[in-house]
DNA sequence: AAGCTGACCAACCGCCCATAG
DNA sequence: CCTATGGGCGGTTGGTCAGCT
């Protein structure tokens, strides 16, 4: 028996959002702050279920959302988060503050996943170093030896140390949180520039078909994001600060602007801070805690990552301790 | 031009966890 | 402690579109 469903079936709209609903959305956000979905349908007035809003704010709405497709550099990163911390994609997501959960996923799933298994064709012969289909690569030698266990493990440390070091050194051009570093505010479109877009989109294609119905406007928008995702306003965007502005003086959401890092860090990933407060919690056990999660308070303990010199100076015998 | 197929991605679903009462 | 509830997460689905035959 499971948990009842959050809300009633009955009468709930499912599919895509119009930008109606997503206007509705954003002032009751704007207004309320995000938080308390529960009461999101019957204050707003929208009829959709409470987890239906909250996801579409999170992965659509929220401010300090990239769209578009993804850079080398972030490719990378999810390549080896996703080797190090496997499919936790919202933990692998506050790493990548300006994307979505639900995007990397939607990556990997379309794109690396394919692009690793190509590359562990090629390797194959050599170890199971590539082995990522299945997530989490350091338990898939569990029936390995223990040293060659441990050579494994090595080679996983080194390439994550590799990769965050290198990620971090990136001349600090991602906003990684704990950098707090100014966000590069143009590849950041506030919830009022989503929206300016959504309506263009839709606008513009109820002015080639005014019958059309809203369901293929959401994938229209979808389709113009990616055309200025690289932060160049492009003519369709330009168009979208005009109702930017419009919309601004209807619901005075200049307030969304991610005005500062902590905003965004707070704003564009709650679950980051949240995962790194439970990793914090759990290094009072440290001592009982499997070397995975070990890894992770490693990677994410704060000192570690702001003092990054040190990130090359961890040595297997460090832990070695603990077997 | 029409049909087919695969890629893409927004949205949904079900489960889990934290927490208030 | 137990239960109900809200919120979060990961897996999956289904609609749309582009490319190919």
């Given at each position: ?87 936790k994609w919202a933990?692998i997501a ?7 959960d639900?995007?990397i996923k ?218």
């Open positions: 028996m499971g948990r009842p469903p959050c809300c009633d079936k009955v009468g709930v709209k499912k599919g895509p959002w119009t930008p109606e609903e997503d206007i509705m959305l954003v002032s009751y956000v704007q207004e309320h702050g995000p938080g308390n979905w529960r009461a999101v349908p019957t204050k707003t007035g929208l009829r959709r279920c409470s987890k239906s809003c909250r996801l579409r704010w999170t992965n659509y709405l929220r401010p300090g959302i990239k769209r578009g497709s993804f850079t080398d550099q972030e490719e990378k990163m999810i390549i080896q988060l996703q080797a190090l911390l496997g499919n933990a506050s790493y990548l503050p300006e994307r979505t639900n995007d939607n990556y990997w799933n379309t794109h690396l996943k394919k692009k690793m298994k190509n590359l562990e064709e090629k390797c194959s012969g050599d170890d199971d170093l590539f082995s990522v289909e299945n997530g989490h690569n350091l338990s898939s030698t569990n029936s390995t030896s223990r040293g060659q266990w441990e050579r494994t493990l090595q080679a996983d440390i080194n390439m994550a140390k590799k990769a965050l070091h290198s990620a971090l050194s990136l001349e600090n051009s991602t906003p990684y949180i704990k950098q707090e570093t100014p966000a590069p505010v143009s590849t950041y479109a506030s919830s009022t520039e989503n929206i300016a877009r959504l309506l263009q989109g839709w606008m513009r294609s109820s002015s080639t078909n005014n019958s059309e119905n809203s369901k293929t406007s959401s994938n229209n928008i979808a389709t113009t994001d990616s055309s200025s995702c690289d932060g160049t306003p492009s003519a369709e965007s330009k168009g979208g600060m005009v109702l930017m502005e419009a919309l601004e003086s209807l619901f005075g959401l200049e307030s969304f602007e991610p005005s500062s890092s902590d905003q965004l860090s707070q704003t564009a990933s709650p679950e980051g801070s949240k995962f790194q407060v439970e990793i914090k919690k759990e290094e009072n056990t440290n001592s009982q805690l499997p070397l995975s999660v070990m890894l992770e308070n490693w990677l994410l303990d704060e000192n570690t990552i702001q003092g990054k010199d040190d990130l090359t100076s961890f040595s297997f015998d460090e832990t070695a301790d603990l077997f």
